[in-house]
């Protein structure tokens, strides 16, 4: 699979080392999250590669990219399960290194994995949450009513966790996240194996969490889709570096024009090579046997691209063309694609078996 | 913020807390867990007491009565303390951990959580001793069992959280049943005096901390024992602070 990256991306945006523009709202003197040449080596492996970000205040970021491409091992060392190999990160104006605990009480974190007691009750997970945050009897008691409101759990708070459904488990971790009123909030991955409505679900209580608490929000995230819909700006995570920052429509904006979806007969290095020569070509990439090109107006070059097929012999059989989404923003980057999943992964499946016969 | 500093005895009471609220909703699991014993007490009881008598005072299965509490404290104390391991394979243990508290007071919340469900249920076994005429004790000896009863409990979830925090498959829990439960059962005189064994037997249960235990047991409870209370009472706290100092340490070190 190759992909024609010269020129295009030549100037600045495509390299890897992106500068970071600090971003600030709501006058914010200082991003709320600083990193700086935040590394993390696991032996051999370096899962983090000298990453810089500036997150500011009241932002929902996204840290996008395919399953191991650092996302998680990044927020573990924000929220001081991880400690990093090399370089600083500041959360809240604290050093996650030499001050956990102050970190700790900043923020709230949703794991991508499950981390509910299953066999108390919705509300007790709360109340053990509270407890363990310091929080008073009364101000418990009040923001267990407001968070379970809030993700729609009221009704089912007396009720042990093992009887609840994964997207009510999702969003009651959500809720505990929400209990001691975090500054920042991470979540790792939280609409993952969850079916279409309830991830839609999910993402109305995300954006409101935003609008009206003012809450910063890092969510890390493999669908493109959530990242486009919901963040305010996204940075594009592969291999453990950040390879792209910048707002969602802008990072679309740059790659340009339209995308093309091309089935042909055979494939035909000769015939992509005559497309790669046409001045508003952008890139030229096979997917799934699939010729996907990106081009300045789609509407003007369709009927080149028959011309060429004929000259050439090439049979298309269909055409198709969108816009360009963080997919392709993400192809034109690596070179390779972010895999959907299948909505329940293997490993997700033994999990939950699993909890069915604890002790 | 909302959140004022965590002190350590409001940690200690969380997990505690939360322990007992799960013990006290699974009423299956606490008749399972005293199956066993009870099994051991009544059947073992009645058959081996039948063939064998320890002294003309003593029937065999008042010699086993207090063997049987320990039993069950060992089992339960045991297998609390790796309960640990399920909150790493479920994640529990992350949200525990990622909490602005100390290590060591989320250990002892854990382990009084455990120390005190195992006790209800050993404590149901001594009850139905007394009851059954099976132990002639004083509110005084009763007071001392429960010291033993303490210090035996307290020890076993200890070893659980320390061996817990090492491993990461639970899949290691029959081997853990296997090779450590029931051999420091087996060989803690719970089931046979120690003046007549052999030799070789007779080493093995002297350095099985809980042979000192279950000898308090019997001293505070009236039935025969050995060794002198304050040698059993010394050999215990020992091993209770050296478990305790084992668990601490490996479950400050464990990550998740």
């Known amino acids: 699979m190759e992909i024609d990256n010269a020129g295009y991306f030549g100037n600045g945006w495509g390299s890897r080392n992106v500068q970071t523009e600090p971003y600030m709202s709501n006058g914010t003197a200082q991003g709320i999250i600083r990193i700086s040449g935040l590394t993390k080596d696991f032996g051999n492996l370096t899962a983090l590669k000298d990453v810089n970000l500036e997150i500011g205040q009241g932002e929902l970021f996204g840290l996008l990219g395919p399953n191991g491409a650092g996302k998680t091992t990044l927020i573990s060392i924000l929220s001081t399960i991880l400690p990093p190999s090399r370089g600083t990160a500041m959360v809240c104006g604290h050093d996650v290194r030499t001050q956990q605990n102050a970190v700790r009480r900043a923020i709230g974190i949703v794991f991508q994995d499950p981390s509910l007691d299953d066999e108390l009750t919705g509300e007790e997970n709360l109340d053990f949450h509270g407890r363990l945050y310091g929080m008073r009897a009364g101000l418990r008691a009040s923001r267990i009513d407001e968070v379970l409101a809030l993700v729609d759990l009221s009704r089912r708070r007396n009720d042990q966790v093992k009887t609840y459904s994964g997207g009510m488990r999702r969003r009651l971790e959500i809720a505990r996240g929400l209990m001691h009123r975090p500054e920042v909030l991470f979540l790792d991955e939280p609409t993952l194996g969850l079916d279409p409505q309830t991830r839609r679900k999910i993402w109305n209580y995300i954006r409101g969490l935003e609008e009206s608490l003012g809450m910063t929000i890092i969510l890390t995230t493999h669908y493109m889709d959530e990242a486009d819909r919901l963040c305010s700006r996204v940075a594009i995570i592969d291999r453990g570096e950040i390879v792209a920052l910048d707002s969602p429509g802008n990072l679309k904006a740059r790659l340009g024009g339209d995308v093309l979806l091309v089935d042909i007969s055979d494939h035909n290095p000769e015939f992509e090579e005559k497309i790669r020569e046409y001045g508003d070509v952008r890139g030229v990439n096979i997917q799934d046997g699939r010729l996907v090109l990106t081009v300045k107006r789609g509407e003007s070059f369709v009927p080149r691209l028959f011309e060429t097929a004929q000259a050439l012999g090439v049979e298309i059989s269909a055409v198709s063309m969108r816009k360009p989404n963080l997919e392709d923003v993400f192809i034109r980057l690596t070179g390779r694609e972010i895999r959907e999943e299948p909505a329940i992964e293997p490993k997700d499946r033994v999990r939950i078996y699993r909890w069915g016969r604890r002790k | ?256």
């Open chain 2, 1 to 256: 913020m909302g959140t004022t500093e965590v002190n350590f005895f409001g940690t200690v009471h969380t997990l505690w807390l939360r322990e007992v609220k799960r013990f006290s909703r699974n009423k299956g699991r606490l008749f399972g867990s005293m199956a066993m014993p009870a099994l051991f007490l009544i059947v073992l009881g009645t058959g081996f007491g039948s063939v064998f008598r320890y002294r003309s005072d003593t029937s065999y299965a008042e010699f086993i009565g207090p063997g049987i509490v320990a039993m069950s404290l060992l089992f339960s104390s045991m297998f609390g303390g790796m309960n640990v391991l399920w909150d790493k394979q479920f994640g529990f243990l992350k949200e525990i951990l990622v909490a602005p508290v100390s290590r060591v007071a989320i250990m002892a919340g854990q382990t009084m959580g455990t120390v005190t469900t195992s006790m209800a249920k050993a404590m149901v076994f001594l009850v139905a001793l007394l009851i059954g005429g099976l132990v002639k004790s004083d509110l005084q000896g009763i007071f001392l069992a429960l010291v033993f009863m303490f210090l035996i409990s307290a020890s076993f979830v200890s070893l659980g959280i320390a061996f817990a925090s090492r491993m990461t498959d639970p899949h290691a829990f029959p081997l853990i049943m296997n090779f450590l439960i029931m051999p420091v059962f087996f060989l803690s005189g719970a089931l046979f005096p120690l003046d007549r064994i052999p030799g070789w037997l007779e080493a093995t249960t002297r350095i099985n901390p809980l042979t000192y235990g279950i000898d308090g047991m019997r001293f505070a409870l009236g039935a025969p024992y050995q060794f002198s209370p304050l040698l059993n009472l010394s050999v215990l706290l020992l091993f209770w602070i050296g478990t305790t100092l084992a668990g601490g340490l490996l479950f400050r070190k464990m990550s998740v």
